[in-house]
Antibody, heavy 121, light 110 residues
Framework: QLQLQESGPGLLKPSETLSLTCTVSGGSVSSNIYYWGWVRQPPGKGLEWIGTIYYSGNTFYNPSLKSRLTISVDTSKNQFSLELTSVTATDTAMYYC?????????????WGQGILVTVSS | QAVVTQEPSFSVSPGGTVTLTCALSSGSVSTNHYATWYQQTPGQAPRALIYNTNIRSSGVPDRFSGSILGNKAALTIAGAQADDESHYYCVLYMGGGISVFGGGTKLAVL
């Protein structure tokens, strides 16, 4: 059974860089039929798609985050990662990683449990 | 960037049927948007209910169904139960690898 687990710091100061890793177990990030993605949810608010990566390194980013965002994949560790630079309080959110089907974009399943990231001075 | 709009809130009586919708600011929703619907209860990660407009995810009861109604994607819940009280989110694929979530609908069963 595929499982995803987010890891990273829970607290950042404004202007710092957020780095999160999603570790995949029970499956491989090198699969050529899946993408891997990040979604976030500010407290009490809705979901926001952040970006998606293919095992080859091909990426798709939310245009509103693109200038600050890098998503990468490490097939040797079966992980993929997110880096978001120059964070502000508006980046405070629960961050989820998830698998996305190649042939059904938008279908993220399963999801990790999420990691709460707070940006505060 | 396109805006995806959902009803902020909705209520349904136990046993009743409710249809939640997902609209696109820039035009009509079609099957090319591969509408996907998620259910989220407090403190939990979202759970996929419907993908590719009308395909139920594994384990999802058949009282959940997806469709295109007019120019919107729609999620219909028949025979609503108390544990259907959740937030429901749609996401539309815009092409070029980009997906956009709607703002979500808070469904009350009362």
């Amino acid at each position: 059974q595929l499982q995803l687990q987010e890891s990273g710091p829970g607290l950042l100061k404004p202007s710092e860089t957020l780095s999160l890793t999603c570790t995949v177990s029970g499956g491989s990030v090198s699969s050529n039929i899946y993408y891997w993605g990040w979604v976030r949810q500010p407290p009490g608010k809705g979901l926001e798609w952040i970006g998606t990566i293919y095992y080859s390194g091909n990426t798709f980013y939310n245009p509103s985050l693109k200038s600050r965002l890098t998503i990468s994949v490490d097939t040797s560790k079966n992980q993929f990662s997110l880096e978001l630079t120059s964070v502000t309080a508006t980046d405070t959110a629960m961050y989820y990683c998830a698998r996305r089907a190649d042939w059904f974009p938008g279908w993220f399943d399963p999801w990790g449990q999420g990691i709460l990231v707070t940006v505060s001075s | 960037q396109a805006v995806v709009t959902q009803e902020p809130s909705f209520s349904v009586s136990p046993g009743g049927t409710v249809t939640l919708t997902c609209a696109l600011s820039s035009g009509s929703v079609s099957t090319n948007h591969y509408a996907t619907w998620y259910q989220q209860t407090p403190g939990q990660a979202p759970r996929a209910l419907i993908y590719n407009t009308n395909i139920r995810s594994s384990g999802v009861p058949d009282r959940f169904s997806g469709s295109i109604l007019g120019n919107k994607a729609a999620l219909t819940i028949a025979g609503a139960q108390a544990d259907d009280e959740s937030h429901y989110y749609c996401v539309l694929y815009m092409g070029g690898g980009i997906s956009v979530f709607g703002g979500g609908t808070k469904l009350a069963v009362l």
